[in-house]
Protein backbone atom coordinates (compact mmCIF):
# COMPACT_ATOMS: atom_id res chain seq x y z
CA UNK A 1 0.00 0.00 0.00
CA UNK A 2 1.50 2.99 -1.34
CA UNK A 3 1.59 6.02 1.41
CA UNK A 4 1.66 9.67 0.51
CA UNK A 5 3.85 10.49 -2.82
CA UNK A 6 4.75 13.91 -4.14
CA UNK A 7 6.85 14.97 -6.70
CA UNK A 8 9.31 16.43 -7.70
CA UNK A 9 11.58 16.09 -4.65
CA UNK A 10 13.57 19.21 -5.06
CA UNK A 11 13.00 22.09 -6.95
CA UNK A 12 15.21 25.40 -8.06
CA UNK A 13 13.25 28.58 -9.14
CA UNK A 14 14.07 32.04 -9.76
CA UNK A 15 12.05 34.85 -8.49
CA UNK A 16 9.18 35.40 -10.65
CA UNK A 17 8.92 32.13 -11.97
CA UNK A 18 5.99 29.94 -11.46
CA UNK A 19 5.66 26.15 -9.74
CA UNK A 20 3.60 23.46 -9.79
CA UNK A 21 4.07 20.98 -6.53
CA UNK A 22 2.37 16.96 -7.22
CA UNK A 23 0.63 15.13 -4.50
CA UNK A 24 -0.79 11.40 -4.59
CA UNK A 25 -2.89 10.66 -1.39
CA UNK A 26 -2.51 7.17 0.52
CA UNK A 27 -4.90 4.74 -0.60
CA UNK A 28 -8.57 5.08 0.72
CA UNK A 29 -8.15 8.79 1.31
CA UNK A 30 -9.58 11.57 -0.24
CA UNK A 31 -8.91 14.47 1.83
CA UNK A 32 -5.56 16.48 0.91
CA UNK A 33 -3.91 19.32 2.95
CA UNK A 34 -0.92 21.81 2.21
CA UNK A 35 1.54 22.77 4.76
CA UNK A 36 4.67 24.88 4.18
CA UNK A 37 7.29 24.53 6.22
CA UNK A 38 10.15 26.58 7.31
CA UNK A 39 13.40 25.85 8.34
CA UNK A 40 13.15 25.62 11.89
CA UNK A 41 9.45 26.20 11.75
CA UNK A 42 6.23 24.32 12.25
CA UNK A 43 4.54 23.24 9.21
CA UNK A 44 1.71 26.72 7.96
CA UNK A 45 -1.41 25.08 6.60
CA UNK A 46 -2.04 26.57 3.12
CA UNK A 47 -5.45 24.96 2.02
CA UNK A 48 -6.75 21.61 2.06
CA UNK A 49 -8.81 20.39 -0.97
CA UNK A 50 -11.74 17.34 -0.53
CA UNK A 51 -14.63 16.33 -3.32
CA UNK A 52 -12.59 18.56 -5.82
CA UNK A 53 -13.13 21.91 -3.79
CA UNK A 54 -10.89 24.26 -1.37
CA UNK A 55 -12.50 23.89 1.75
CA UNK A 56 -10.40 25.67 3.89
CA UNK A 57 -7.82 28.06 3.42
CA UNK A 58 -5.11 29.36 5.58
CA UNK A 59 -3.31 33.12 5.87
CA UNK A 60 -1.47 32.92 2.07
CA UNK A 61 -2.36 35.15 -0.89
CA UNK A 62 -3.83 34.47 -4.13
CA UNK A 63 -0.18 33.23 -5.85
CA UNK A 64 -0.71 29.90 -3.69
CA UNK A 65 -3.45 27.69 -5.55
CA UNK A 66 -4.48 24.60 -5.71
CA UNK A 67 -6.46 21.64 -7.67
CA UNK A 68 -7.80 18.00 -6.85
CA UNK A 69 -8.27 15.47 -9.38
CA UNK A 70 -10.97 13.23 -9.45
CA UNK A 71 -9.04 10.34 -8.60
CA UNK A 72 -7.90 12.49 -5.26
CA UNK A 73 -4.10 13.55 -6.32
CA UNK A 74 -3.54 16.89 -5.95
CA UNK A 75 -1.74 20.20 -7.53
CA UNK A 76 -0.45 22.91 -5.63
CA UNK A 77 0.29 26.13 -7.89
CA UNK A 78 2.32 29.31 -6.34
CA UNK A 79 2.69 32.06 -9.04
CA UNK A 80 5.46 34.92 -9.35
CA UNK A 81 7.85 33.39 -6.66
CA UNK A 82 9.16 35.27 -4.16
CA UNK A 83 12.70 34.76 -1.68
CA UNK A 84 10.27 34.04 1.14
CA UNK A 85 8.71 30.80 -0.81
CA UNK A 86 11.50 28.47 -0.22
CA UNK A 87 10.77 26.15 1.82
CA UNK A 88 9.74 22.51 2.27
CA UNK A 89 5.98 21.86 1.06
CA UNK A 90 4.37 19.23 2.37
CA UNK A 91 1.06 17.08 1.45
CA UNK A 92 -0.62 15.22 3.84
CA UNK A 93 -3.91 12.93 3.34
CA UNK A 94 -6.47 11.87 5.60
CA UNK A 95 -10.15 10.95 5.67
CA UNK A 96 -12.85 13.98 5.37
CA UNK A 97 -13.55 14.65 9.16
CA UNK A 98 -11.61 17.53 10.53
CA UNK A 99 -9.14 15.88 13.18
CA UNK A 100 -7.87 13.13 11.60
CA UNK A 101 -4.58 12.10 11.87
CA UNK A 102 -2.97 12.99 8.76
CA UNK A 103 -0.34 11.01 6.74
CA UNK A 104 2.75 13.23 5.28
CA UNK A 105 5.01 12.55 2.58
CA UNK A 106 8.04 13.15 2.39
CA UNK A 107 7.86 16.82 0.79
CA UNK A 108 9.10 18.90 -2.10
CA UNK A 109 11.73 21.19 -0.98
CA UNK A 110 11.52 24.57 -2.99
CA UNK A 111 14.05 26.80 -3.22
CA UNK A 112 13.76 30.17 -4.98
CA UNK A 113 17.07 32.26 -5.81
CA UNK B 1 -3.92 30.37 16.73
CA UNK B 2 -0.68 28.47 16.97
CA UNK B 3 -0.50 26.62 20.19
CA UNK B 4 2.80 26.96 21.75
CA UNK B 5 5.49 24.71 22.89
CA UNK B 6 7.77 24.29 25.76
CA UNK B 7 10.88 23.74 25.95
CA UNK B 8 11.96 24.72 22.07
CA UNK B 9 15.27 22.09 22.68
CA UNK B 10 16.34 19.97 24.91
CA UNK B 11 18.93 17.32 24.92
CA UNK B 12 18.73 13.50 26.98
CA UNK B 13 21.24 11.32 27.69
CA UNK B 14 19.55 7.82 26.73
CA UNK B 15 17.52 6.32 29.58
CA UNK B 16 17.01 9.83 30.67
CA UNK B 17 12.82 10.95 30.65
CA UNK B 18 11.43 14.07 29.35
CA UNK B 19 8.35 16.20 29.36
CA UNK B 20 7.22 18.60 26.42
CA UNK B 21 4.27 20.67 26.66
CA UNK B 22 1.54 22.01 24.10
CA UNK B 23 -0.45 25.07 25.51
CA UNK B 24 -2.97 26.76 23.47
CA UNK B 25 -5.34 30.31 24.22
CA UNK B 26 -7.97 28.44 21.89
CA UNK B 27 -10.01 25.85 23.52
CA UNK B 28 -8.24 22.81 22.55
CA UNK B 29 -10.78 19.98 20.93
CA UNK B 30 -8.03 17.35 20.26
CA UNK B 31 -4.11 17.63 19.59
CA UNK B 32 -2.41 15.18 17.68
CA UNK B 33 1.48 15.14 18.43
CA UNK B 34 4.34 14.11 15.46
CA UNK B 35 7.45 13.57 15.13
CA UNK B 36 9.95 14.68 12.34
CA UNK B 37 13.33 13.49 12.06
CA UNK B 38 15.94 15.40 10.02
CA UNK B 39 14.81 15.65 6.18
CA UNK B 40 12.30 13.88 6.74
CA UNK B 41 8.47 13.97 6.62
CA UNK B 42 6.53 14.16 10.16
CA UNK B 43 5.21 10.97 11.59
CA UNK B 44 1.92 10.54 13.44
CA UNK B 45 2.50 9.43 17.40
CA UNK B 46 -0.70 10.13 18.71
CA UNK B 47 -4.31 11.82 19.37
CA UNK B 48 -6.19 13.09 22.24
CA UNK B 49 -9.37 14.01 22.25
CA UNK B 50 -10.95 16.14 25.42
CA UNK B 51 -12.02 14.52 28.34
CA UNK B 52 -8.62 14.60 29.81
CA UNK B 53 -7.57 11.17 28.24
CA UNK B 54 -4.06 10.10 28.31
CA UNK B 55 -2.94 7.92 25.71
CA UNK B 56 0.51 5.79 25.60
CA UNK B 57 2.44 3.92 23.09
CA UNK B 58 5.26 1.82 24.77
CA UNK B 59 7.32 4.61 26.50
CA UNK B 60 6.18 7.13 24.73
CA UNK B 61 2.74 8.76 25.91
CA UNK B 62 0.45 11.92 26.35
CA UNK B 63 -2.00 13.39 28.33
CA UNK B 64 -4.80 16.33 27.81
CA UNK B 65 -5.62 18.56 30.28
CA UNK B 66 -9.03 20.13 28.42
CA UNK B 67 -9.63 22.60 31.61
CA UNK B 68 -6.01 24.07 30.83
CA UNK B 69 -6.13 23.92 27.12
CA UNK B 70 -2.35 22.12 27.71
CA UNK B 71 -1.32 18.61 26.49
CA UNK B 72 1.87 16.96 27.57
CA UNK B 73 4.07 14.37 25.84
CA UNK B 74 5.93 12.04 28.23
CA UNK B 75 8.90 10.08 26.73
CA UNK B 76 10.46 7.52 29.56
CA UNK B 77 13.80 6.04 29.31
CA UNK B 78 14.57 7.96 25.75
CA UNK B 79 16.46 5.83 23.23
CA UNK B 80 18.32 6.93 20.54
CA UNK B 81 15.60 6.98 17.89
CA UNK B 82 13.34 9.29 19.67
CA UNK B 83 15.70 12.02 18.47
CA UNK B 84 13.49 14.61 16.16
CA UNK B 85 11.49 17.41 16.70
CA UNK B 86 8.23 16.55 18.39
CA UNK B 87 5.12 19.12 16.89
CA UNK B 88 1.93 19.62 18.79
CA UNK B 89 -1.46 19.95 16.25
CA UNK B 90 -4.26 21.40 17.74
CA UNK B 91 -7.81 21.07 15.52
CA UNK B 92 -11.52 22.01 16.34
CA UNK B 93 -13.72 21.69 13.53
CA UNK B 94 -10.76 22.69 11.40
CA UNK B 95 -7.59 22.27 9.67
CA UNK B 96 -4.66 20.84 12.17
CA UNK B 97 -2.71 23.90 13.47
CA UNK B 98 1.09 23.29 14.58
CA UNK B 99 3.43 24.44 17.15
CA UNK B 100 6.67 25.69 16.40
CA UNK B 101 8.04 22.15 17.56
CA UNK B 102 10.35 20.68 20.28
CA UNK B 103 13.79 19.61 19.08
CA UNK B 104 14.74 16.09 21.06
CA UNK B 105 18.04 15.25 20.90
CA UNK B 106 19.04 11.61 22.90
CA UNK B 107 22.81 11.55 23.41
CA UNK B 108 24.62 7.84 24.14
Known amino acids: DAGVTQSPTHLIKTRGQQVTLRCSPK?????VSWYQQALGQGPQFIFQ???????QRGNFPDRFSGHQFPNYSSELNVNALLLGDSALYLC????????????FGSGTQLSVL | QQPVQSPQAVILREGEDAVINCSSSKALYSVHWYRQKHGEAPVFLMILLKGGEQKGHEKISASFNEKKQQSSLYLTASQLSYSGTYFCGSSGNTPLVFGKGTRLSVIA
Open chain 1, 27 to 31: SGHDT
Open chain 1, 92 to 103: ASSGRAWGEKLF
Open chain 1, 49 to 55: YYEEEER
